[in-house]
């Protein structure tokens, strides 16, 4: 539910929810039913990893641009409406992805994620402030060969670049997210990122 409310509680507000339930056995599915037509939920069987259930969702989805969110994650309010944003003033992009912090049950990380990436926190921290970051596939695919800086719940992403690369691959499990890159055949720039 917190999960849920994070997303619908975004700033920006012309957003398509889809929740594909994978075989949960908790009651994931009733929850997202209570919110009735602001949410579809496709329930299905467990498909054992996370890339069917990504690939189920963007099947359904009607939207250009997709983001794809995990159920214990929870979305920072201005971050759809950021990324939406960085698209408008970056048209060429395929990928606009976010900083993250990590958390648990006692609280958030001290550090952001960027911040444990040493290859791109050094890139990043020669931009001003108000720039905006942007990285050729041929220097994003080197960072992140050497440093994972990419969630899959941090991406936004133009539908036809995923769909272009076949979506997710469910044979890579749990890797999915970050092999998407490689495989796909991304314009350039491929990567933008706001510090």
């Known amino acids: 539910r917190a999960t849920l409310e994070s997303i619908l509680n975004q700033s920006y507000n012309n957003l398509e929810i889809i929740v594909v339930d994978d ?3 908790d009651d994931s599915a009733s929850v997202v039913r209570s919110y009735g037509s602001k949410i579809r939920c496709i329930s299905q069987l467990s ?3 996370a890339a069917v259930p990504r690939n189920v969702g963007l099947g359904s989805s009607r939207g250009d641009l997709i983001a794809f969110f995990d159920a214990d994650d929870l979305m920072q309010r201005d971050k ?3 990324q939406v944003a960085f698209f408008k003033r970056h048209p060429q992009l395929s990928v606009s992805l976010t900083d993250y912090i990590n958390f648990s049950v006692t609280g958030e990380f001290d550090r952001s994620h960027f911040m444990t990436c ?3 926190f050094a890139i990043l921290q020669n931009q ?3 720039e905006d970051c942007i990285l ?3 220097l994003a695919r080197c960072i992140l060969t050497r440093e994972n800086f990419a969630i ?3 991406l936004l992403l133009r539908k036809e670049i995923v769909e272009s690369c076949g979506g997710f691959d469910p044979k890579v499990a749990p890797s999915e997210g970050i092999l998407l890159f490689p495989r796909g055949s991304f314009p350039s720039p491929l990567f933008a990122a706001r510090f």
Request: charged share 20%; glycine share 10%.
């Open 23 to 25: 075989g949960s056995s």
């Open 152 to 154: 899959t719940s941090s």
């Open 128 to 130: 001003l402030p108000a």
């Open 47 to 49: 498909s054992g990893n």
């Open 80 to 82: 759809i409406e950021l």
């Open 118 to 120: 040493r290859n791109l």
């Open 136 to 138: 050729e596939p041929k």
